[in-house]
């Protein structure tokens, strides 16, 4: 066992963003549907993104990822779709990209 | 409907805050001189709510400098038994934007299509969409197969949505690209669910295009690393797609696949124009 502040290999690093890209494909298909949940679940996502990642080599990635996110969920709040859903799209497509990226280190 | 004043907001919530660097970075992917293409858009209104306008979709090809979009209706309330009314929602923007939109006309293949095939052709819609969600069919379904031979007869491109909610693409359609190698086929959403397949079913297919409109970009990675890219085209599906978060995706999963830069305006312009130039 790696105590938990220690450990930030690649299979950390790419676990912890899955754990996030998983939120985001669940938030964006609520948006999709209209979900009367999509607010909590875009909340959820937010949640996954606290606090540095393992080793912090992905926080440039990261930092985006909350402003878009936070940004899209205040969007969302307002009932402006398209903004919204630029930026959980955008959000997705470069943690999907970065976890891609990562594998082929 | 938004009016004006809210369509401009729209464009500008597109493009700042968060997304600034992201629509900057998008602006210095796009090659000079290139002229942006959309292989994918909606004018009029869906049964789910939205609607999008020819001034509207303007506006915001104006604003992100794309230049032409291929353009039909939504899966529109008002679509009755033949979409005649939608389509004609689509053809008064495109005589209404002269040189903006490529106009497509919409059928139902379960309902009788031929007066309004005809009627769209001999007035000079460029393109037959078909939506095989919103209107319950199977690709493969002896009425629609009929239409794609219609289609390719007259040599009319046919736009299908291979999209969400589809669960049945490569399999029912391979047959009829094959009979007719000559139809040239656009598919809507890159065959999403099933990219990969269609990748390879179709490779050998010179025309059947990819159109990228709310496809993820890991989708995307994976069609970008598996097909020559003289075969993709980009799309935005607005109004469900925005220009800035689609060519975001389609650049993004086209770098990070390792596609040359030259290779660009191709997928942004030049493979589409081929067919409409």
Known sequence: ?105 | MATEAEREHDVQVLTSGAMADVWSWVESKIPTGVRVFDAHAHIGADVDGRAMTGSGLRARMEAAGVERSIVFALNDPNARDDFSGPNDVVWSAYEEHPGFFVPFFRLNPYNDYEREFERCVERGFEGLKLHPVSQKFELDDPKVVRLFEMAARIDLPVLIHAGFAMQRIVEPLLPTVEAHPELRLILGHSAMVEILEAARAFEGHENVLFETSVVRAKDLYVLFSSLDPARISYGSDIPYGDLPSTLHGTLAAAEAAGVPDAALPGILSGNIRRWFP
């Open chain 1, 1 to 105: 066992m790696v105590p938990v502040k220690q450990r930030m290999d690649k299979a950390m690093r790419t676990a912890h963003l899955l754990r996030i890209n998983s939120y985001m494909d669940i938030a964006i298909i609520s948006m999709w549907t209209a979900s009367p949940r999509a607010d909590v679940i875009i909340g959820m996502v937010e949640a996954s993104l606290k606090g540095k990642g393992p080793g912090g080599e992905d926080e440039e990635l990261l930092e985006k990822l909350r402003d878009l996110v936070r940004e899209g969920r205040e969007h969302h709040r307002e009932g402006n779709f398209p903004p919204a859903m630029a930026r959980m799209r955008v959000a997705h497509d470069k943690i999907a990209l970065h976890l891609i990226q990562l594998a082929g280190e």
